[in-house]
């Protein structure tokens, strides 16, 4: 099974909601990561976490919150987003520097 | 740090038409390559991969792309294409010590029948 699922698929928040996106992978890969996309861009990486502690914050601003509760899950908490974080979130895994397979995204709008 | 440049921004092709993809990076040290392709409204899937021996790999679909460590380049090639083939391809590369990978900025392929 390579197989990473997302969830919602969708979202829709104001500026002042709080919310989650979600991330499972069950190939016992210990490297997760996030990423955003802008329509027509490649992917930016976020975050990465390995064997569960984050190793990688690419200077992302503190309204985007990771969590790493156990080596399958990666969680992503969202409170006072701007318009302009609206894009697809990706999430990925990995064994380390191998290659990564990605979710199918949540698609974010901040209203 | 690492960077990746994708040659083309927009290919557009006719059906069995080949198809080359350039892809040049910028880091000296030991690499990991591929390509990762997004079809629309899909997610992005694995192309194809390099991490060492033949410098020449073979993909899904029909895919195959040579590494050449001297050009720093990894370009992806396809001897005739399909309108199926019709998606965004970008090259990624993963330098060990930095432990991310970097995308290159894509490359939109449309195949017309």
């Known amino acids: 099974d390579t197989e990473v699922t997302q969830t919602p698929k969708h979202l829709v928040m104001g500026m002042t909601n709080k919310k989650s996106l979600k991330c499972e992978q069950h190939?016992?890969?210990?490297?997760m990561y996030w990423y955003k996309q802008k329509a027509k861009k490649p992917p930016e990486l976020m975050f990465v976490?390995?064997?569960?502690?984050?190793?990688i914050n690419e200077s992302v601003p503190s309204r985007f919150s990771p969590e790493c509760p156990n080596s399958s899950l990666l969680n992503l908490h969202l409170h006072a987003l701007q318009p302009e974080d609206s894009a697809l979130y990706l999430c990925?895994?990995?064994?380390?520097?191998?290659?990564?397979?990605f979710g199918p995204g949540t698609r974010l709008t901040v209203t | 740090a690492q960077s990746v440049s994708q040659h083309n921004h927009h290919v557009i092709l006719s059906e069995a038409a080949s198809l080359e993809l350039g892809c040049n990076y910028s880091?000296?040290?030991?690499?990991?390559l591929f390509w990762y392709v997004q079809y629309p409204g899909q997610h992005l899937q694995l192309l194809l991969k390099?991490?060492?021996?033949?410098?020449l790999v073979k993909g899904i679909k029909g895919f195959e792309a040579e590494f050449i460590k001297s050009k720093f380049s990894f370009n992806l090639r396809k001897p005739s294409v399909q309108w199926s083939d019709t998606a965004e391809y970008f090259c990624?590369?993963?330098?060990?010590?930095?432990?991310?990978?970097?995308f290159g900025q894509g490359t939109i392929l449309t195949v017309h029948p």
């Open positions: 990624a590369v993963n330098a060990l010590s930095y432990g991310k990978l970097t």
């Open positions: 976490y390995s064997y569960e502690k984050l190793s």
């Open positions: 390099y991490f060492s021996g033949d410098p």
């Open positions: 990925a895994s990995s064994l380390e520097g191998y290659e990564q397979y």
């Open positions: 880091y000296g040290g030991t690499v990991n």
């Open positions: 190939m016992g890969h210990r490297a």
